[in-house]
């Protein structure tokens, strides 16, 4: 079960933000987010490009060195547990919420959550 939820993340959170990072215009527009700026271009490149990619490059490192599965669990705890919990309080200020929001908050919480229950079979 760890192996196939790491295998898992990494194909979710790699990819993800390499397309981020490569073409922010196309998965800008399907959430939602348009840099105005170039300041705005360089943020949505850091933040959802290159953070997500090295969340995924952490997973790939565990599925490649068990000594690293503890350290990829916890930050899946640490980094989808409060963007899926700051997600959903943000969906209660009256503002139209698309599917992708829904599926974010599902993804992000679900991660936080199985990552958690798999610390304890995780090598130390």
């Known amino acids: 079960m760890l ?7 990494a194909f979710v959170w790699l990819p993800y933000g390499i397309a981020c990072f490569l073409f922010p215009g196309l998965i800008g527009g399907m959430n939602g987010i348009e840099a ?3 300041t705005g271009l360089i943020e949505f490149k850091a933040i959802y ?34 963007m899926g919990f700051a997600r959903y309080v943000a969906t209660d200020f009256n503002v139209a919420v698309s ?3 829904y599926f974010a908050l599902v993804l992000e919480g679900a991660t936080a959550f199985v990552a958690f229950w798999l610390l304890g079979d995780a090598q130390d």
């Open 99 to 101: 599917l992708y929001t």
């Open 3 to 9: 192996r196939n939820f790491l295998l898992f993340s």
């Open 49 to 82: 490009g290159g953070l997500q990619s090295g969340m995924g490059l952490l997973v790939v490192w565990a599925l490649f060195n068990s000594r690293m599965e503890r350290p990829a669990l916890i930050m899946l705890v640490f980094l989808c547990g409060p």
């Open 36 to 38: 105005t700026a170039g």
